[in-house]
């Protein structure tokens, strides 16, 4: 764990695609990516499943590593044992500061229990449904219904004074817009600084832009300022003073920026 900003340095990720929700994927991913850097991403199923048909573009898309598990007797998977093996020989090796479990089957709570006591972090993700029991094995246990509620949160509205009417009178009335009438590109970036606001504001309500920089080169490692046109992440936050506040703090011969989303 880096003791200076407290996020985890290696952290893994283990998804049992048996036991959670292929349209929560991305957002399980922004989730956690606020903790550390996620450097190992593997989703287990029987992909020749019917139910799981729909799993490879997005696990392509996301760079998560699909490993097959067959389904030796009907009605039965080896998904589990499987996880809980990797996880061990993950563990084994020492490298790694944290392990996220995304999955709401209780079974993995001998799993959890076991990481914690050889000094893991632990962060379990699933649905409200989830035994307690695996919750509470958990250090921190994300519920994918809040997921969803807060992603549709993150559009934040803009308001923009009406240009002058024919008529030569102005329409002070302020019009409203909301991220999805910004490119597709840039509006993503909008949503991750918006995240990223969220995950580690400090007492008066503002982030470091450093950190939201890190933040979303760890989601979006292809993440270049230049590729929308601004040389700088400050530059970028700047020239949307609808959307944000920032201000400017000396320190030493540097200068730290922080802003809040308005």
């Not at 696990?59 to 093996?85: C, H, M, P, S, W």
């Not at 991220?179 to 990223?196: G, K, P, Q, S, T």
Request: aromatic residues 12%.
């Amino acid at each position: 764990m880096n003791t200076e900003t407290g996020e985890f340095q290696k952290m893994v990720v283990l998804i049992d695609a048996d036991n959670t929700q292929l349209t929560k994927l991305e957002a399980v991913l922004h989730e956690v990516s606020a903790y550390g850097r996620i450097v190992v991403k593997k989703a287990y199923g029987n992909w020749k499943k019917r139910l799981l048909a729909k799993w490879e573009d997005e696990i392509k898309r996301l760079a998560i590593k699909a490993e097959q598990q067959f389904d030796y007797v009907a009605g039965k998977n080896t998904t589990d044992i499987a996880i809980v093996i990797d996880a061990m020989d993950l563990l084994n090796t020492e490298m790694y500061d944290a392990f996220v479990i995304v999955s709401s089957d209780s079974d993995f709570t001998p799993l959890a229990v076991r990481l914690k006591e050889s000094g893991i972090y632990v962060i379990g993700v699933g649905e409200k449904k989830t035994p307690e029991a695996f919750c509470s094995a958990c250090d921190d246990f994300i519920y994918l219904e809040y997921l969803d509620s807060s992603e549709n949160d993150r559009k934040p509205q803009i308001q923009k004074e009406k240009k002058s009417t024919k008529s030569g009178k102005r329409n002070d009335e302020p019009v409203k817009f909301h991220l999805e009438y910004f490119d597709a590109d840039i509006a993503e970036i909008h949503n991750l600084v918006r995240i990223a606001y969220e995950k580690f504001q400090d007492d008066d309500g503002f982030t470091p832009l450093t950190a939201a920089g890190n933040y979303i080169k760890r989601v979006k490692p292809e993440f270049n300022t230049k590729t929308y046109g601004f040389s700088k992440l400050s530059d970028m936050i700047k020239a949307f003073p609808e959307l944000y506040e920032m201000k400017r703090y000396s320190s030493g011969n540097s200068s730290i920026f922080v802003y809040r989303c308005r």
